[in-house]
């Protein structure tokens, strides 16, 4: 049959998809579940922030940036 490559094809494409999928509900519960944890312990911060000498941060006067988004 000319047909039987073609639909092995596609199966073969249907479960890589659905392994796909399987895989990124697993990555997003283990997510959740580590956001649950550190709500939990009433940490939401990520534990590498990296901020700004007070000098290098703009005052909020200066810092007009989201006025630009709405002109």
Do not use: C, R, V, Y
Request: proline share 6%; hydrophobic share 35%; glycine share 4%.
């Amino acid at each position: 049959m000319s047909s039987e490559p073609s639909q092995n094809h596609l199966e073969t494409g249907h479960q890589f998809i659905e392994g796909a999928i399987e895989e990124a509900i697993e990555e997003a519960d283990l997510f959740l579940t580590f956001l649950e944890e550190q709500i939990k312990l009433g940490s939401t911060a990520p534990a590498k922030t990296e901020l700004m000498p007070a000098d290098e941060q703009p005052s909020s006067l200066e810092d007009d940036t989201f006025l630009t988004d709405w002109l």
